[in-house]
């Protein structure tokens, strides 16, 4: 049984990812300098890098609208299960996301992107129709 707690954990995970690509592209580049964190990603030559570190800014850009759409729906009294379904769903195809940046697999990685925005539009739309 999914409950609003599996919700919730979901935000938390996908807060953490970010953290995750951006460890990939710091262990895949030469030399990582914590003084210059940007200017080091911009000089790296390595493809896997630039694509590990777009995953990681794509993380935070994803997350903002996820977790009001979370929160929303549950102040809403949007179902738990439809909650926590679409958190769950969210949160794999952003892990999925996050391969198909470092593997350099761009049409999957549109089609993952547009599942998880499809997760965050349906949950503030039911947020949205519960209160209306």
């Known amino acids: 049984m999914l409950t609003l707690s599996t919700a919730y954990w979901c935000v938390l995970v996908a807060a953490l990812l970010p953290y995750a690509w951006v460890t990939v592209a710091?262990?895949?580049g030469e030399r990582y300098s914590n003084?210059?964190?940007?200017?080091?990603?911009a000089r790296q030559e390595n493809p896997r890098?630039?694509?590990?570190?777009a995953a990681h800014l794509?993380?935070?850009?994803?997350?903002?609208?996820?977790?009001?759409?979370v929160i929303l729906a549950q102040l809403?009294?949007?179902?738990?299960?439809?909650i926590?379904?679409?958190?769950?769903?969210?949160?794999a195809l952003r892990i999925v996301h996050g391969l198909?940046?470092?593997?350099?697999q761009p049409?999957?990685?549109?089609?993952?992107?547009?599942?998880?925005?499809?997760?965050?539009?349906?949950?503030?739309?039911?947020?949205?129709?519960?209160?209306?």
């Open 26 to 28: 710091k262990a895949s």
């Open 35 to 41: 003084r210059d964190p940007r200017g080091w990603v």
């Open 49 to 53: 890098v630039q694509r590990a570190y």
């Open 58 to 69: 794509n993380g935070f850009e994803a997350f903002a609208p996820f977790a009001a759409g």
């Open 76 to 82: 809403a009294g949007v179902p738990v299960e439809r």
């Open 84 to 91: 926590a379904t679409l958190a769950l769903i969210f949160v």
């Open 100 to 104: 198909m940046y470092i593997f350099n």
């Open 107 to 132: 049409l999957l990685r549109s089609a993952v992107w547009a599942g998880g925005f499809a997760c965050v539009a349906i949950l503030l739309v039911q947020a949205a129709l519960a209160v209306g």
